[in-house]
């Protein structure tokens, strides 16, 4: 199993910056792709940023440019920097971790955005 614990969510005024951070614990050896997803009300879970152990990271077209995700592996922690926020960036931020064609969720984290 593994374990993800996701923090740095809040509010923020448009155009404000927040960085997530999300630490994996338990079985964390052999994580390949870690990532984040957002889900706002009424709307699907959707993929912002992916992040591999070698590898590009990949990013959806509505946060290119302004969010970026890194990955400390001596901290088994991804971050997720996010600037120039938008209030259609507000919804609950999750982390991602797979393993072994297994995914594990954090609890996610609440990001709101006003305008």
């Known amino acids: 199993q593994v374990q993800l614990v996701e923090s740095g969510g809040g509010l923020v005024q448009a155009g404000g910056s927040l960085r997530l951070s999300c630490a994996a614990s338990?079985?964390?050896?052999?994580?390949?792709?870690m990532g984040w997803y957002r889900q706002a009300p009424g709307k699907q879970r959707e993929l912002v940023a992916t992040i591999p152990s070698g590898g590009s990271t990949n990013y959806a077209d509505s946060v290119k440019g302004r969010f970026t995700i890194s990955r400390d592996n001596a901290k088994n922690t991804v971050y997720l920097q996010m600037n120039t926020l938008k209030p259609e960036d507000t919804a609950v931020y999750y982390c991602?971790?797979?393993?072994?064609?297994?995914?594990?969720w954090g609890q996610g984290t609440q990001v709101t955005v006003s305008s």
């Open positions: 991602n971790a797979h393993r072994l064609l297994r995914n594990y």
């Open positions: 338990g079985n964390i050896f052999s994580i390949d792709v």
